[in-house]
């Protein structure tokens, strides 16, 4: 079973600092996604890393891909109010099988 | 503007009653997911429908739940009969081709059960 372990799970922050989150496994992907999702929403998308040590940026959001293909990372500078909600990761797997999802980070960017 | 749309968008029940969830998926796309969502166990997969015909719905209760797409434009997800424990949000997906691929998400049906 491949499982992918966010943290941290909860994420409280003012205006204006930066941060990290993270997206963990044992198991190797093929690719990743970052979902993000906001309260009453479902998951949208945010980027899909495929290569090892592949860095993608997205404004003020900074997505890494491990060499391994184990682990991802994602970093915000100068957290907005409008970053809150739910981050989740989301690993492909070898073989013609659904995405396999965390559970997410909860992010609350406090004005 | 494409995107997933789902009926209702919040339901409150009472234990034993049946619940229907409908889900259109995007024009165009061949795989739709049934997600259920809580603060506890996160996202969990239900069952996933390539061309319509059913690939995997192992995470699913068998006993009481089903999923269907009876055409193209149309998935189904119900619940006869329903408990307490099924209150969670329950999201449609799809997705252009394979399972692998990038999952559009609906605005979730927010499911309570008294």
């Known amino acids: 079973t491949q499982l992918l372990e966010q943290s941290p799970q909860f994420l409280s922050i003012q205006e204006g600092e930066n941060l990290t989150v993270y997206c963990n496994s044992s198991?190797?992907?093929?690719?990743l996604q970052w979902y993000r999702q906001e309260p009453g929403e479902g998951p949208v998308l945010l980027v899909t890393?495929?290569?090892?040590?592949e860095v993608k940026k997205l404004k003020r959001l900074t997505f890494q891909f491990g060499d391994a293909r184990k682990d991802s990372s994602l970093h915000i500078t100068a957290a907005q109010p409008g970053d809150t909600g739910l981050y989740l990761c989301?690993?492909?797997?070898?073989?013609?099988?659904?995405?396999?999802f965390g559970k997410g980070t909860r992010l609350s960017v406090i004005a | 503007d494409a995107r997933v749309t789902q009926t209702p968008r919040h339901k409150v029940t009472e234990m034993g009653q049946e619940v229907t969830m409908r889900c259109q998926p995007i024009?165009?796309?061949?795989?739709v997911f049934w997600y259920r969502q809580t603060m506890m166990q996160g996202l969990e997969l239900l069952a996933y429908f390539r061309n319509r015909a059913p690939l995997d719905d192992s995470g699913m209760p068998k006993d009481r739940f089903s999923a269907e797409m009876p055409d193209a434009t149309l998935a189904t997800l119900k619940i006869q009969p329903s408990e307490p424990r099924d209150s969670a949000v329950y999201f449609c997906a799809s997705g252009l081709d394979t399972p692998r691929d990038t999952q559009y998400f609906g605005p979730g049906t927010r499911l309570t059960v008294l």
């Open positions: 024009l165009g796309h061949n795989t």
């Open positions: 989301a690993g492909v797997v070898p073989g013609n099988t659904p995405l396999v």
């Open positions: 890393v495929v290569t090892g040590g």
């Open positions: 198991s190797v992907f093929s690719s």
